[in-house]
């Protein structure tokens, strides 16, 4: 497996345009989440999915941030409309549960550096 | 929030040196994991420690877990220049990993 893939690693884009990044997990994880990371605030996490499922979004900053996972496969992030306080690394991990433990080791994709100007 | 509190926030050592990294926590947890993360890249899982266990190795690695005093230690044997990088802990509970602040280590050639 070519691990957690997302897309894409660098965007630019003005205030107020709707950005979109995309992530494709690791075949076979049901976890699935989106981080965010500033020197301020360090890694947060967004929001989580458990079999496609969102469980828990109590990080997701405003409601500006939404975030979808329609298959298995296949999640976005997305912003609308963007400011320039949303620049940031933008991770996502996957991982899969282990008996009643929840999930395991999370397997991050390389991340999308997000500015807004 | 159970989120992990690394320290120290940064550390800067000889290579060859051992490293000692703690992590510090508020909740209850299932287990709790310790990552890399190189400049500008993602996090790399090192090694995970379950609740029931109180010690584990992987290599150079040697990590430690006292629930008692909610506390985890990475330890770092013979350091390398390559072992520069941000060290975060991660508490893992119900499918919800959260991460510190992470220790920056520096190893000096």
């Known amino acids: 497996d070519a691990g957690v893939i997302q897309s894409p690693r660098h965007e630019v884009t003005e205030m107020g345009q709707e950005v979109t990044l995309r992530c494709k997990p690791i075949?076979?994880?049901?976890?699935l989440f989106w981080y965010r990371q500033t020197m301020m605030r360090g890694l947060e996490l967004l929001i989580y999915?458990?079999?496609?499922?969102?469980?828990?979004d109590s990080g997701m900053p405003e409601d500006r941030f939404s975030a979808k996972m329609p298959n298995a496969s296949f999640s976005t992030l997305k912003i609308q409309p963007s400011e320039p306080r949303d620049s940031a690394v933008y991770f996502c991990?996957?991982?899969?549960?282990?008996?009643?433990?929840?999930?395991?080791?999370?397997?991050f994709g390389q991340g999308t550096r997000l500015t807004v100007v | 929030s159970q989120q992990g509190e690394e320290d120290p926030q940064a550390l800067s050592i000889q290579e060859g040196e051992n490293a000692t990294m703690n992590c510090s926590y508020k909740?209850?947890?299932?287990?709790l994991q310790w990552y890399r993360q190189n400049s500008g890249r993602g996090l790399v899982h090192l090694i995970l420690?379950?609740?029931?266990?109180r010690e584990k190795h992987s290599g150079r690695l040697r990590v430690t877990l006292d629930t008692s005093k909610k506390s985890s230690s990475l330890l770092i044997t013979a350091s390398r220049a390559a072992d520069t990088a941000s060290y975060f802990c991660?508490?893992?509970?119900?499918?919800?990993?959260?991460f510190g602040d992470g220790t920056t280590l520096t190893v000096k050639p």
């Open positions: 999915f458990n079999n496609n499922v969102p469980i828990d």
């Open positions: 420690i379950r609740s029931n266990e």
């Open positions: 075949s076979g994880h049901d976890y």
């Open positions: 991990a996957s991982s899969f549960s282990f008996l009643r433990q929840g999930a395991t080791e999370a397997f």
């Open positions: 991660a508490t893992g509970l119900a499918g919800k990993s959260t």
């Open positions: 909740t209850s947890i299932n287990n």
